[in-house]
Every structure is written in C-alpha cells, then in structure tokens.
C-alpha cells in the first residue's frame, strides 16, 4: 500500500492552506487532488460527510474531514511536535489558530471579492479548474463564485464597513510586520499551531490573489516572506543570520506579537461576545438534540449577530465553529495551577484578549463521525 496521503483540497481554499502547510512542515508525504475528481464524490464524501475542504484520506483509507481534524491526526500520533510546551505560548499559539481561521474572515473576502479590476481572472481561473470538464462547467462556476461574494457580505463587509475593515487589516498587517523582523515564525525559529492557523487567509485570500498580494509585498515585505516559507519543507529563514532552531526559551511571549494581538483584538473580541450571545439565546430557543450538527451545511442556519466597532454597526454570521475552536484555548486555560492561570489573565488583560477566557457557549461542540455536533 502506498504511504502516501492524498489531501483534498484546492489553491485558492483559505481552509487548505492550513492543512497544506502542515503537511508540508512536517514532511507528510501527499499528493494534491481538487474535490472535482470522481474519486472524491466517490470513495470519500460518504466517509467524510460534508463535501467540504481540505479532507484527507490516509494510506489506510481513513477518511478526515477538516483541516483541524487533519492536524490534530498528526500531532496525536507524532506526540504534538508543533504544540508549545509551555502554558503562556500554548494558550497564543491555540488563540492565533482560532483568529487565522475564523477572525480574518473579513478582510480575506474583502480583498478577494471586492477588487474584481485586478482579481477577478485570476480568481475566475481556479474556481473554474477545480471542476471536471462538463458542459455545465461554466454555469457552476458563475454559481459558486457568486455563492462565495455573498459570503463576503454576510461576514459583515458592506460598502459602509469596507473602509474600516481595510483601516483595521492595514494595522494589523503593519504589527505583523514589525514581529516578523524579530523572528520568522510566531512563537520563534519553527511554527506552532498557531502559524498554520494564521496562514489560512493570509496564503489562498490575502498573500495569493493579485490586490492584496500586491500590497501585502509592498506594505508588509517580512509578512509576505513568511508566507513563502510557511510552504516550504524546509526553515527557510536565510535572512536571520543568527537563528535558533526551536520555539522561544522560557514559554516567552515577545512583545511584538502581543502587539499584533491588541490590533486583532479590537475585532475579535466584541465580535467573539456578540456572537455567543446570539448563539446562546438560539440554543435555548431551539434546544437541537445532541448530535445533531453545529457546524457546516448540515447546521441549522442561526442568523447574524451585531456589534460595534470603531463606531460602526457590523452585522456578521454567528458562526458555532469559531466556539468549536475557541474552547481548545479555554481547556488549555481550565487545565493549569492557579499561578499559571493568573500569569494567563496577566498576559491576555495587557492585549484586551482575557475575555477570551470566559466567553462560552451553553452547549459544548465535539466532533464524532467526521461531524461538529452539539453535546448533550
């Protein structure tokens, strides 16, 4: 049998990114293949549930659906090589796989969809090649781009916020930037979980499409490097003439990514409590069974949620799946000594992330099948 993995994925998927890059990290043998092969229809989607991207499918033809599920296949059986061992940099590294997956949402379909002069053959191009050659080949794909703009929109990106939401990237992007000069990876001189999180829109969406590739060379030279060397096998940091080879000694957090974390901060937070609320007064009006599926096409639709930020009124999906991610964090939390847990509350209170600590929703998520369900 051969030991290589196949990864579902496509180029352009912001989700693939992630689990491409820690395939290619940890030098995980795969091939590449687009959902449009028979195969996937086939073979995989009855294992895997949801024709969703990235899946993998293991040498033994196991079947994982997601790329969180993907790497957390990998870290379980490798005993977690891109897990920081101490407290301070675990609870960062979880945090930025929550942000990099749910919380940039908006400006990757921003700069994606609302920059067709410089983006729309380019994006046009992937979107109709990751699809078999049928006569309906086309019309699929005018459908699933325009499905794709309206998913820009709903994640709260109007004509009225566009603006704000570039403010808040450009910032962002420029903190990024400054930590990047220190060190090639977030917690130091290899990735943690959080890089792979974080790289999820800011490959396929935000350092790929022309627009905000463009500006992310131009504007944030050592972002875009790391984005190149989060798909390489290899370190690939020549420009530190004097790197380490592992993640920072002493669980240190430097100060230039608590920087980054009190621009994204600003969003996330207010954003992160608005949609729990609206989620929690679903649940208790619904009341789904347990099983039933929190996350993806399955999922009942819960509706928008609105918050203010910088004075503006945003209207966003109240998405389960940030919370599926976020209680990673909160267990990290839950799990140390009390003196760890302050060091903890210290550390997030100087970024305005703590209240990441206690926003929950009533109802657990947990994965079974392939699925995110709600727990009893």
């Given at each position: 049998?051969?030991?290589?993995?196949?990864?579902?994925?496509?180029?352009?998927?912001?989700?693939?990114?992630?689990?491409?890059?820690?395939?290619?990290?940890?030098?995980?043998?795969?091939?590449?293949?687009?959902?449009?092969?028979?195969?996937?229809?086939?073979?995989v989607l009855p294992k895997g549930k949801l024709a969703t991207i990235p899946t993998l499918v293991t040498p033994a033809g196991e079947?994982?659906?997601?790329?969180?599920?993907?790497?957390?296949?990998?870290?379980?059986?490798?005993?977690?090589?891109?897990?920081?061992?101490?407290?301070?940099?675990?609870?960062?590294?979880?945090?930025?796989?929550?942000?990099?997956?749910?919380?940039?949402?908006?400006?990757?379909?921003?700069?994606?969809?609302?920059?067709?002069?410089?983006?729309?053959?380019?994006?046009?191009?992937?979107?109709?090649?990751?699809?078999?050659?049928?006569?309906?080949?086309?019309?699929?794909?005018?459908?699933?781009?325009?499905?794709?703009?309206?998913?820009?929109?709903?994640?709260?990106?109007?004509?009225?916020?566009?603006?704000?939401?570039?403010?808040?990237?450009?910032?962002?992007?420029?903190?990024?930037?400054?930590?990047?000069?220190?060190?090639?990876?977030?917690?130091?001189?290899?990735?943690?979980?959080?890089?792979?999180?974080?790289?999820?829109?800011?490959?396929?969406?935000?350092?790929?499409?022309?627009?905000?590739?463009?500006?992310?060379?131009?504007?944030?030279?050592?972002?875009?490097?790391?984005?190149?060397?989060?798909?390489?096998?290899?370190?690939?940091?020549?420009?530190?003439?004097?790197?380490?080879?592992d993640l920072l000694p002493d669980d240190e957090v430097p100060e230039t990514l608590l920087a980054v974390l009190r621009v994204l901060?600003?969003?996330?937070?207010?954003?992160?409590?608005?949609?729990?609320?609206?989620?929690?007064?679903?649940?208790?009006?619904?009341?789904?069974?347990?099983?039933?599926?929190?996350?993806?096409?399955?999922?009942?639709?819960?509706?928008?949620?609105?918050?203010?930020?910088?004075?503006?009124?945003?209207?966003?999906?109240?998405?389960?799946?940030?919370?599926?991610?976020?209680q990673r964090v909160q267990a990290i939390y839950a799990g140390l000594s009390p003196v760890e847990q302050a060091s903890i509350e210290?550390?997030?209170?100087?970024?305005?992330?703590?209240?990441?600590?206690?926003?929950?929703?009533?109802?657990?998520?947990?994965?079974?099948?392939?699925?995110?369900?709600?727990?009893?």
């Amino acid at each position: 049998m051969s030991q290589i993995h196949t990864l579902y994925a496509i180029t352009h998927s912001l989700y693939s990114g992630r689990a491409r890059s820690y395939l290619i990290k940890n030098q995980i043998p795969f091939r590449e293949l687009s959902t449009g092969h028979e195969s996937f229809k086939v073979e995989v989607l009855p294992k895997g549930k949801l024709a969703t991207i990235p899946t993998l499918v293991t040498p033994a033809g196991e079947v994982i659906r997601d790329g969180a599920a993907i790497i957390e296949h990998f870290e379980v059986a490798n005993g977690r090589p891109c897990q920081p061992a101490g407290p301070r940099q675990q609870i960062i590294s979880a945090l930025f796989d929550v942000i990099g997956t749910d919380g940039l949402l908006r400006p990757a379909m921003h700069y994606r969809w609302n920059f067709p002069e410089d983006n729309l053959d380019f994006i046009r191009y992937h979107f109709l090649y990751s699809q078999r050659d049928t006569p309906q080949r086309e019309e699929k794909t005018e459908a699933m781009m325009n499905r794709m703009r309206h998913a820009g929109m709903i994640f709260g990106v109007t004509e009225q916020t566009s603006e704000m939401a570039e403010t808040l990237y450009l910032e962002y992007l420029d903190a990024l930037n400054a930590h990047f000069e220190q060190y090639p990876y977030l917690l130091g001189w290899r990735p943690c979980i959080g890089d792979f999180g974080l790289i999820a829109p800011m490959y396929a969406h935000l350092g790929r499409d022309p627009h905000p590739a463009r500006l992310m060379q131009q504007r944030a030279t050592r972002v875009y490097r790391w984005v190149e060397r989060m798909n390489r096998a290899d370190q690939d940091a020549p420009e530190f003439f004097n790197a380490g080879t592992d993640l920072l000694p002493d669980d240190e957090v430097p100060e230039t990514l608590l920087a980054v974390l009190r621009v994204l901060s600003e969003d996330f937070v207010p954003e992160t409590r608005a949609a729990a609320a609206f989620i929690n007064t679903w649940l208790d009006e619904n009341k789904p069974e347990a099983g039933e599926p929190a996350v993806g096409r399955l999922a009942h639709s819960i509706g928008m949620a609105e918050f203010t930020l910088r004075g503006e009124t945003i209207n966003a999906l109240a998405q389960p799946h940030r919370f599926y991610l976020l209680q990673r964090v909160q267990a990290i939390y839950a799990g140390l000594s009390p003196v760890e847990q302050a060091s903890i509350e210290q550390l997030l209170g100087g970024c305005g992330m703590s209240e990441i600590l206690t926003i929950k929703l009533d109802r657990e998520i947990v994965r079974e099948e392939n699925l995110e369900v709600w727990r009893a």
